[in-house]
């Protein structure tokens, strides 16, 4: 029940801890502080472990200094602690004693051979008649210190039930992603070409190829949203593959009703272009579709 490295109270006893506390009537408001240190990770890979165990002997003694005795005090997990506050007053004191925990790491830890700075990151979540497990707890925490990322400059977080919303929209984005590029799902994906006019000469001189992505549940998604999931689920090489396929449908389309000198601009994502099979991937696609490269262009997203 106690983690022997620092001699706090461990997960499992953290775990038991909650799943009492859930299951006990009370008047009073409870909440639960999760405690990250962001950079203790590099500082275990740069100088090694014991180097990091010092470290971590250091975080603990720094927070205990701010906190009464009456807060129960764990080591969740390698460099995240837990806090558990009860019967206090109202969001404003929890807050305070995150203000309290980030204040006292401005502070650097002695490394030995160097001072050291940790980040370190807070999360707030008051429990409600929601939190029925332990495990339910400890998700919704977790959940919320995830969403520090989304925000520069950011280090406490209070947890909001729209983040469950969110994970919930992810998850069924990537997985439409996912059946589009096996090939089980060929409704929800499809590009929209949008005519790049020449003013002059009044005519088409070419199409620009825009994704769009349809999601049971959710409707029209953004671009800039389902490609930002592809890009960090590793799913924007074939989802390109795909796309570009699909423009070379459109060239031949176009060809059929007699325009064989259109171009066709896609967009491509730098994931894509450090790939080594990239080039061998696009000849294969235009063979296999008859289309001649010079109706392609390729842009690189604005993004990058």
Known sequence: YYDELIGLPNGTYLEEYLEDLVVTPTKGRRAVLLVNCSNFKTLNMTFGYKYGDRILQQVSEKIKTVLREDKMFFRFNADRFVIVVEEFKSRNELLSLANKLLAVFRQPVDGGSKDEYLEVQVAVLELTGMHISSDKVLKDVS????????????????????????????????????????????TSFTLHFQPLWNVKLHETMGFEALARLHVEGIGSVSPMEFI??????????????????KACDFVNLLKEEGYDDQLIAINISLIQ?????????????????GVSGKNLEFEITESI
């Open 273 to 289: 272009l450090l790939r080594e099979d990239f080039t061998k991937d696009v000849h294969r696609i235009l063979l296999k579709k």
């Open 143 to 186: 959940l919320a210190l995830s969403h520090l990322k989304h925000y520069d400059n950011r280090q406490i977080i209070l947890y909001s039930d729209t983040m469950q919303d969110y994970i919930l929209r992810k998850e069924a984005i990537e997985e439409t992603l996912r059946q589009v590029i096996t090939g089980t799902d060929t």
């Open 228 to 245: 930002d999931l592809a890009e960090k689920n590793l799913l924007i090489y074939d989802l390109g593959k795909i796309i570009l396929a």
